[in-house]
């Protein structure tokens, strides 16, 4: 009854169902008479009850109904429970007045109290001396807190030094320079020296408070006492473990179980501080000074220690910045985890810590990042299948929806083959429905960053044939909810093209629950469509509705049918061009389909990529075998011009004749080159009245038309004969060779005319 009294006069003041002013008239006499009562639960209960109610009630009232009382309840010949009582009292009422009054009216209670003959009393003082210090102010703390707390730490009583320490080091910001050199730092330094001998109930506190200890002292640290405190966190990350020489320390052989107790606390707290040490000996030293005992504490025995690592795995992947590759053996160790638990508290982070694995800083090159893909891949793939086989769904749900960052850090082949179709094994055989929609929209953000339109394809393909058109009626359940994150993160053009028609295919489906299911999404549905490019899909969307007014009998099914049709009408369906109501949907979807789009143009442009690497090779060696060939048909050439310069004086009209040939032939092939796959070049005229000159000419005018077309050009041209293939790379020669025999045939003609001409000159 008490207990319940005391929690109802806080819910009173809590609620302000009446005013401060009734309350401290009507209440709380009663709190303040049963602060004291004999049992210790009903006491603590009305106490926490009068703290709450401080910070509630005016000065004038606390003056008069708490602070004035307290002056006697403080006193030595009160009773243990009175006197803790109002060392707590105190430390609540030194943020509620001046320094000046709490200097004239609190402070001779606190050092009395200070001074008490019982150790709880000293303690419990010792503890409230933080908010005394912050209501007092600097100068006060120097002079009065601080001696008291020197005092304090050379306690007889273990639980007041260390009440005294861990006050001492919430203080330090209140500290300046001379006192943390000439005050503090022998007094930490004292405390580290007899924690190993004679003061072992110190060592956790120690070990807790150790990474703020050591960055407050930073600045007044020497050289050796930087080391010193180093060493001394080293000694205690591994206190308790096998040493390295393979025997144990001699002090820890007879070990008890408490003693074990306390080595596991001690270890998880250095853990705990790990990140500030990284800052106490600077993330550039972390290799040489850290990395040995951060390699201990992520393969420590103790399941807390290692849980411990793996929650501030995060803060110390941020503080190692471009240096973050050093710690990828670790993390690979961590998610490989015998214990769930620790898996469960390095998930939280995962997609930040993945990213700075990849992207790991300014000065972390590519290799670092290429080198710890292979490694991440099976540690991810062996996680997520640990936490499948374990009877905790939430962490395998955790996990699954942290892997959707996976296409941000690897690549796009690497997600099909090793995590795509494993989200989609999931869907169709995982019981649990939180973990089937993590893997279904996790499986959905990987389709939207797949950069292959066949394996695109494959994926929908699946989704359709399993899911929608599935045997199960669980499994069209879940077509529906992969297609609510389809609509979410793909463009309307995206689904209408793909999803539409299979989801209005459920209309007809014959389980109840699955045509529910349909009516509630049809909604989402219709505000893919755009209008007038999707207006047969409305009509089909409108014919599917009617179907479903007139067939359905199921009687819940239809209430929603009806509930539907009157939120369809009032909706208003989207147009092509941008309207004000729709404005932020229409641009967020006009980016899905940019991006939709770049990804398309990003695969043709890996395509012609591969494609132009492959040609290179084959241009490089067929640019070799022109070359050689060019070698051997030059004397060709040589001699068929040198034959033909004396019947240059023939004539310039077949020259004329001849460029007018060229300039076809030339025009024709450049517009076959320009259209390949046109097969056919323009017509082009046999000069035979030309000269041996200009016949040889246009047979080294048909070579280099022949040596520039036989890399990927089959042409056609007409001559006397009619049409005649150009011959490819490989009967070239047999080409110039028939060019060469032409010009001998014409040097013989001429010949004969000559002598003919001869003869009748002579006759």
């Known amino acids: ?382 996680a997520e299948q640990r936490a499948a086989t374990s009877l905790k769904w939430r962490t395998h749900e955790k996990l699954l929806q942290k892997y959707a960052c996976l296409p941000h850090i690897i690549s796009s082949d690497q997600i099909y083959y090793r995590f795509l179709h494993r989200m989609l094994t999931i869907i169709l055989t995982n019981n649990v429905l939180p973990v089937q929609k993590a893997a279904a929209r996790t499986l959905c953000v990987y389709l939207r960053y797949n950069r292959k339109q066949e394996q695109r394809h494959e994926v929908i393909q699946k989704l359709i044939e399993q899911l929608g058109q599935g045997k199960s009626y669980w499994n069209r359940l879940r077509f529906l909810d992969t297609c609510e994150f389809i609509m979410e993160l793909f463009s309307k053009s995206f689904f209408c093209k793909y999803f539409f028609l299979p989801v209005l295919e459920l209309t007809h489906d014959p389980v109840a629950n699955v045509r529910m299911k349909l009516c509630y999404l049809l909604p989402k549905v219709k505000s893919t469509l755009k209008i007038p490019n999707d207006k047969h899909l409305l009509q089909q969307l409108e014919l599917c509705i009617r179907k479903l007014l007139c067939q359905e009998k199921d009687k819940d099914v239809l209430t929603i049918v009806k509930r539907t049709v009157l939120e369809l009408d009032r909706m208003e369906i989207s147009v092509d061009a941008f309207q004000k109501r729709f404005y932020e949907n229409d641009l967020l979807d006009q980016e899905k389909e940019r991006q939709e789009h770049l990804l398309l143009e990003m695969e043709q442009l890996e395509k012609e990529k591969q494609q132009n690497e492959g040609r290179s090779t084959n241009i490089n060696d067929k640019m070799f075998e022109k070359k050689r060939r060019d070698s051997k048909t030059s004397s060709v050439l040589a001699k068929s011009i040198t034959l033909s310069v004396p019947g240059s004086s023939s004539g310039t009209s077949a020259g004329k004749e001849d460029k007018k040939s060229k300039l076809v032939r030339s025009q024709s092939f450049s517009t076959q080159a320009l259209h390949p796959k046109y097969s056919n070049i323009d017509k082009c005229p046999n000069k035979s009245s030309a000269t041996g000159y200009t016949s040889s000419v246009s047979g080294m005018g048909k070579s280099c038309m022949l040596s520039f077309s036989d890399d990927s050009f089959r042409t056609h041209s007409t001559g006397n004969s009619g049409n005649a293939a150009f011959p490819s790379s490989s009967s070239s020669r047999n080409l110039f060779n028939s060019a060469d025999q032409k010009n001998n045939g014409n040097k013989e003609s001429q010949s004969r005319k000559m002598s003919i001409k001869n003869r009748k000159s002579n006759s």
């Open 1 to 382: 009854m008490q207990l319940t009294a005391a929690v109802s006069f806080l819910t009173v003041l809590q609620e302000e169902s009446v005013s401060i002013h009734t309350y401290s008239h009507s209440f709380l006499h009663i709190i303040l008479q049963n602060l004291e009562h004999r049992d210790a639960g009903v006491s603590n209960a009305w106490l926490e009850t009068l703290l709450a109610v401080i910070e509630a009630l005016p000065k004038e009232t606390i003056r008069h109904e708490i602070l004035n009382p307290l002056v006697s309840k403080a006193q030595l010949s009160q009773t243990l429970q009175s006197r803790l009582v109002s060392c707590k009292i105190m430390g609540k009422l030194a943020n509620k007045f001046e320094a000046h009054i709490i200097k004239r009216e609190i402070l001779p209670l606190v050092k009395s109290l200070c001074q008490d003959v019982e150790y709880e009393v000293r303690t419990c003082m010792c503890r409230q001396l933080e908010h005394i210090a912050q209501g007092i102010g600097t100068e006060l703390t120097k002079t009065v807190v601080l001696p008291e707390l020197v005092e304090l730490a050379r306690d007889e009583g273990s639980s007041v030094r260390l009440a005294a320490f861990e006050t001492l080091v919430n203080l330090l910001d209140m500290f300046d320079a001379d006192d943390r050199s000439q005050t503090v730092l022998p007094l930490v330094k004292s405390f580290c020296e007899k924690s190993f001998k004679a003061d072992e109930s110190i060592l956790v506190s120690l070990s807790f408070h150790l990474g703020k200890l050591c960055n407050g002292l930073y600045g007044i640290f020497t050289p050796e006492q930087h080391l010193r405190f180093l060493e001394f966190y080293k000694k205690l990350s591994t206190l308790g473990l096998q040493q390295e020489n393979g025997h144990n320390d001699n002090q820890l052989q007879l070990q008890t179980l408490e003693q074990e107790k306390k080595y596991i606390s001690v270890r998880k707290n250095c853990a705990y501080n790990f990140p500030a040490m990284i800052v106490f000996v600077d993330p550039k030293n972390f290799h040489l000074e850290l990395y040995s005992i951060f390699f201990c504490l992520c393969h420590d025995p103790e399941v807390p220690v290692r849980y411990t690592m793996a929650i501030s795995f995060y803060e110390v992947a941020k503080l190692l910045n471009s240096g973050v590759y050093t710690i990828h053996k670790e993390l690979v160790t961590l998610l490989q985890d015998e214990s769930l638990e620790v898996l469960d508290a390095l998930v939280g982070h995962l997609p930040e810590i993945l990213e700075l694995m990849t992207n790991g800083g300014e000065n972390s090159g590519s290799e670092s990042k290429l080198l710890s893909i292979p490694d991440l891949i099976p540690a991810l793939t062996t």
